[in-house]
Every structure is written in structure tokens, then in C-alpha cells.
């Protein structure tokens, strides 16, 4: 009897650090982690990358990236994004930001980089709430979704609508590329993966600003189970939070 071939199609990207994770269980930060890792490899960037963390739960993740990093004050991340870039022409400039970091304090430095058109990309992980403080309202909580600050739930009358940001950002001249996805089933984290790929190749063609929302589940404070928080994210994000793509020149043929 023939011995059985072996063939290994499953590892550890590179370009993670090999140690346990901190995160909650059922958190996506951790999915958003590999597929960042895994691109940066199969596109040649690892030693070339410089990573801008801000402040919140996605702040951490240069604790599992093996690449440079600079933390950044709360939001503006894209504003440090825009210097390293300036300063380093030749790196790949990766900013990596959550809902309550990108959409509220940092809204002005996110709108004006995409307007600009500057040469990085960002990954924008949205969970509908402050993750790290506590789990306050953020510009993303859903109508009638509870956290510490609206008890009673979100009122749009009074808190307004939660802000649709891949939306706003295709709209400014100087974006690329932007897409929004999901982590809440393997389909979806594929599709997450080619929209990635297709905002950090908008840096490396020097095509212009490349966005990325993922829709994320913070079970912890949503004070659901992993399994119910990835079907809020189907049942409730989703329809409100429309997947796809909002621009792309590389299909269109053009350039920023």
C-alpha cells in the first residue's frame, strides 16, 4: 500500500507573528488581521509595508503584523498616512481603522486624504459601536441598536442616521477604489479579500486612494454569542450596509 502524498494548504501568512490572539472570541478583527498579512505577501510588500494603527481595538494590530508601524492619535491615521507617504514615496502605506476612530474624530482626515487622491490604502473595520472604551454609540450604531450612551436605543430623529461611509468616500474625486464587505461567512471573507487586493494595487499602480470597509462583529458588547453576532451582521448590517463595489477606475480604465 502506497503511502498517502501530503500536501500543506493551509498556514501561517509570513508576515503574521506567531502568538495568541487577545482578541474576544467571535471578534473579526483577528479574520481582517490574516487577510491583511496574506495580501502583503502575495503581493511582494512585506518588507516594503509601513502600517498606521490608530487609536481603538485596531490599534493592536501591530502586535501580530511583522511589519513597521506608527500608532497614530485618535483618527488621523490617514493625516500620518499622508505624511509617511510624502516622506516615503518608495513604501506601501497602509492605514487599518475602526468605525468610531475613522467615521467620527477622524472624518475630516479620511474625507480629505480620499479627496486628494493620496497613493495609500485603508482598511476601515466597522462594528457598529466603540469597541475598545466600553461599547458607546458610534457614527455607525444602527437605529435602535442599544449601547452605554443610547440605552433606549439609536433615534435617528435624535442621534441622526448611522453615516454610510464607502458611500461618501466613492463620491470624492481623488478615491480609486472603494468597496464594502463582510467577515460573516467564508463567501463573504473571499470577496473581502478581492477587495482588498483591488485597493492595495490602486497604491501600488499608482492609481489613486484605496478604500475598504469590512463589516466586523464585536459580540462582547453587542452582548451576543459569536453565532448571533454573525447574524446580526447578515440580518441587520447587510441590508442597511449594502456589500459591493461603489468605485473602481481600474474597471473603468482610468487613473486618479
Same mark, same amino acid.
Given at each position: 500500500?502506497?503511502?498517502?502524498?501530503?500536501? =500543506?494548504?493551509?498556514? +501561517? #501568512?509570513?508576515? *503574521?507573528?506567531?502568538? #495568541?490572539?487577545?482578541?474576544?472570541?467571535?471578534?473579526?478583527?483577528?479574520? !481582517?488581521?490574516? @487577510?491583511? $498579512?496574506?495580501? @502583503?505577501?502575495?503581493?511582494?510588500?512585506?518588507?516594503?509595508?509601513?502600517?498606521?494603527?490608530?487609536?481603538?481595538?485596531?490599534?493592536?494590530?501591530?502586535?501580530?503584523?511583522?511589519?513597521? &508601524?506608527?500608532?497614530?492619535?485618535?483618527?488621523? !491615521?490617514?493625516?500620518?498616512?499622508?505624511?509617511?507617504? $510624502?516622506?516615503?514615496?518608495? /513604501?506601501?502605506?497602509?492605514?487599518?481603522?475602526?468605525?468610531?476612530? =475613522? $467615521?467620527?474624530?477622524?472624518?475630516?482626515?479620511?474625507?480629505?486624504?480620499?479627496?486628494?487622491?493620496? +497613493?495609500?490604502?485603508?482598511?476601515?473595520?466597522?462594528?457598529?459601536?466603540?469597541? *475598545?472604551?466600553?461599547?458607546?454609540? $458610534?457614527?455607525?450604531?444602527?437605529?435602535?441598536?442599544?449601547?452605554? %450612551?443610547?440605552?433606549?436605543?439609536?433615534? !435617528?430623529?435624535?442621534?441622526?442616521?448611522?453615516? +454610510?461611509?464607502?458611500?461618501?468616500?466613492?463620491?470624492?474625486?481623488?478615491?480609486?477604489?472603494?468597496?464594502?464587505?463582510?467577515?460573516?461567512?467564508?463567501?463573504?471573507? +473571499?470577496?473581502?479579500? /478581492?477587495?482588498?487586493?483591488? &485597493?492595495?494595487?490602486?497604491?501600488?499602480?499608482?492609481?489613486?486612494?484605496?478604500?475598504?470597509?469590512?463589516?466586523?462583529?464585536?459580540?462582547?458588547?453587542?452582548?451576543? %454569542?459569536?453565532?448571533?453576532?454573525?447574524?446580526?451582521? %447578515?440580518?441587520?448590517?447587510?441590508?442597511?450596509?449594502?456589500?459591493?463595489?461603489?468605485?473602481?477606475?481600474?474597471?473603468?480604465?482610468?487613473?486618479?
Amino acid at each position: 500500500m502506497s503511502e498517502m502524498n501530503e500536501k =500543506l494548504v493551509f498556514d +501561517r #501568512p509570513s508576515a *503574521m507573528i506567531d502568538r #495568541p490572539t487577545h482578541y474576544c472570541p467571535g471578534c473579526h478583527h483577528g479574520v !481582517a488581521h490574516r @487577510l491583511v $498579512a496574506e495580501l @502583503l505577501e502575495e503581493l511582494g510588500v512585506v518588507e516594503k509595508t509601513i502600517m498606521i494603527g490608530s487609536i481603538g481595538c485596531s490599534v493592536f494590530i501591530y502586535n501580530y503584523l511583522n511589519v513597521d &508601524a506608527v500608532e497614530a492619535p485618535h483618527g488621523r !491615521a490617514p493625516a500620518v498616512a499622508t505624511g509617511v507617504k $510624502a516622506a516615503r514615496n518608495d /513604501k506601501f502605506v497602509l492605514a487599518y481603522q475602526g468605525d468610531g476612530d =475613522l $467615521a467620527s474624530i477622524g472624518m475630516a482626515e479620511i474625507l480629505h486624504a480620499a479627496n486628494r487622491g493620496e +497613493r495609500i490604502a485603508v482598511v476601515f473595520v466597522n462594528n457598529t459601536v466603540y469597541g *475598545m472604551t466600553g461599547g458607546q454609540m $458610534a457614527p455607525t450604531t444602527l437605529v435602535g441598536q442599544k449601547t452605554t %450612551t443610547c440605552p433606549d436605543g439609536r433615534c !435617528a430623529d435624535r442621534e441622526g442616521s448611522p453615516i +454610510r461611509m464607502t458611500e461618501i468616500i466613492a463620491e470624492l474625486g481623488g478615491t480609486a477604489f472603494a468597496g464594502r464587505a463582510s467577515l460573516d461567512s467564508v463567501k463573504n471573507i +473571499r470577496t473581502a479579500k /478581492k477587495y482588498m487586493r483591488k &485597493a492595495f494595487q490602486c497604491q501600488l499602480e499608482d492609481r489613486g486612494f484605496g478604500f475598504v470597509e469590512l463589516l466586523s462583529a464585536c459580540p462582547t458588547n453587542w452582548k451576543m %454569542t459569536p453565532l448571533q453576532a454573525n447574524e446580526r451582521i %447578515t440580518n441587520e448590517m447587510i441590508p442597511y450596509f449594502p456589500l459591493g463595489v461603489f468605485k473602481d477606475v481600474t474597471e473603468e480604465g482610468g487613473a486618479c
